[in-house]
């Protein structure tokens, strides 16, 4: 997925471009999952939530449990936060395919107030120019704040981590990817 190859895995793409035979990259777990089923792909490292969606035998290795953080262009933002501080209607989230959309939709009761917008660049450029806020995975918001002081985040307390796992058909593939991704 875009937001772990980018934040998580980038150096090891970059190392290994060349050993890869065909790198799929989507912003939509279920994507990649399909291309999985459908024999495309050898392996996938994807959100655990996805395991369910994937067909046949597989191997799978729990890689890391990452947080959230809420992401402001306000600048006095604690350092820690906690669902029962966000204003619904001051939330902005990606499009109701991806799993953390959906867990948010459910905490506050498919509210109309949450507004959606499925592209992170856009989504991060309103955050920047207004006052509405957004989630996202602590890696990348502790990245975007280190690279762009327009942004402001704190690791929220209360919102339950997401689990990566490397999904493989085969033991080579994935004793290989295993010994380097660290």
Not at 73 to 78: D, G, R, V
Not at 149 to 167: G, K, M, Y
Request: proline share 3%.
């Amino acid at each position: 997925m875009d937001n772990i190859a980018a934040y998580h895995y980038s150096n090891f793409i970059a190392q290994h471009l060349n050993d890869i035979k065909h790198l799929q990259i989507s912003v939509k777990g279920i994507d990649l999952v399909k291309y999985f089923n459908d024999g495309q792909l050898d392996t996938i490292i994807i959100n655990e939530e996805n395991q369910s969606d994937i067909e046949g035998e597989f191997l799978e290795n729990k890689l890391f449990q990452e947080g959230f953080a809420l992401v402001s262009s306000q600048s006095a933002l604690p350092s820690a936060f906690s669902l029962k501080q966000i204003t619904s209607s001051k939330l902005l989230i990606a499009s109701r395919y991806c799993p953390v959309s959906q867990q948010l939709l459910n905490i506050f009761d498919f509210s109309d107030d949450l507004k959606q917008i499925g592209h992170t660049n856009t989504l991060l450029e309103v955050i920047a120019n207004s006052d509405y806020q957004t989630m996202l995975p602590l890696q990348m918001a502790k990245i975007l704040t280190t690279n762009d002081h327009r942004f402001q985040a704190s690791e929220l307390i209360d919102f339950p981590p997401r689990t990566i796992s490397l999904f493989s058909c085969t033991e080579d593939v994935q004793n290989f990817l295993l010994s380097h991704l660290g």
